[in-house]
């Protein structure tokens, strides 16, 4: 059963366009290899009250699909530039039909 992933990223104070650069680039660079290894889509969006505030909605083929990548200590490398740009940790809730 596929499984969507809900990912909520504050923006440091004055970093939210280079947030949305390094999303971009990510989304770009990593794209085909996480199709490989069960993520089926995403997209990105900026809260309406808040628009320091992006979020991702992903679509994965699994829970486990998503663990193996997330797990996976090249992922956090790549996430790293994106890491540094947050004002806090991000959220992420990964919810399924019922």
């Keep these: 059963m596929s ?6 990223l504050k923006a ?7 947030l949305k650069g390094v999303l971009q680039s990510l989304l ?6 996480l199709k ?3 993520a089926i889509d995403s997209a ?12 991702e909605i992903a679509e994965w083929e699994s829970a ?3 663990e193996s990548v997330m797990s996976d200590p090249a992922a956090a490398e790549a996430m790293a530039p994106l890491l ?6 991000f959220r992420a809730t990964v919810v399924q039909p019922l």
């Design 3 to 8: 499984i969507k992933v809900i990912v909520e």
């Design 12 to 18: 440091a104070p004055g970093k939210r366009e280079e």
């Design 28 to 33: 770009a660079d990593l794209g085909p290899a």
């Design 36 to 38: 490989e290894r069960g």
């Design 44 to 55: 990105f969006y900026e809260a309406v009250d808040d628009p320091d505030t992006l979020v």
């Design 64 to 66: 486990a699909a998503r």
């Design 84 to 89: 540094a740009l947050l004002a806090e940790p």
